[in-house]
């Protein structure tokens, strides 16, 4: 394979990647809002869908984010009355967000994200050992 389309291949994983690391930190950011008014939705966590797309130029399929999404499951409830979002019986709805999982998450993005990298360095390592070889 071509190396430069080996390394547009890793450029298109890792804009993925970095996408899907916004999207978690925002989680992580939110993972304590609730609503503004009694008895409203909390923050609801969002998830990121990928899908393959063939570029059709280059010959080459990539990576992209096709949706960032909502996650569907159902909010925590915490009795607090005193809170300012209380519903009538004194619960606040809580974020569906788990901060284990989105570190989870994102240590995984993360992981993706590096190997990209030093697969782009890998190439970029051959292609001026080739220019080197070719200056002999």
Known sequence: ???????????????AQSLRMRVISENLANADSTAAEPGGDPYR?????FRNHMDRE????????????EDPSKFGRKYEPGHPAADENGYVNTPNVN???ELMDMRQAERTYQANVSSVEAAKAMMMRTIDLLRS
């Open 99 to 101: 901060s284990l999982v």
């Open 1 to 15: 394979m071509d190396l430069f389309k080996s390394m547009v291949i890793s450029a298109s994983g890792m804009r």
């Open 45 to 49: 966590r969002k998830t990121v869908s």
């Open 58 to 69: 280059l010959g080459v399929p990539l990576v992209e984010v096709s949706k960032i999404g």
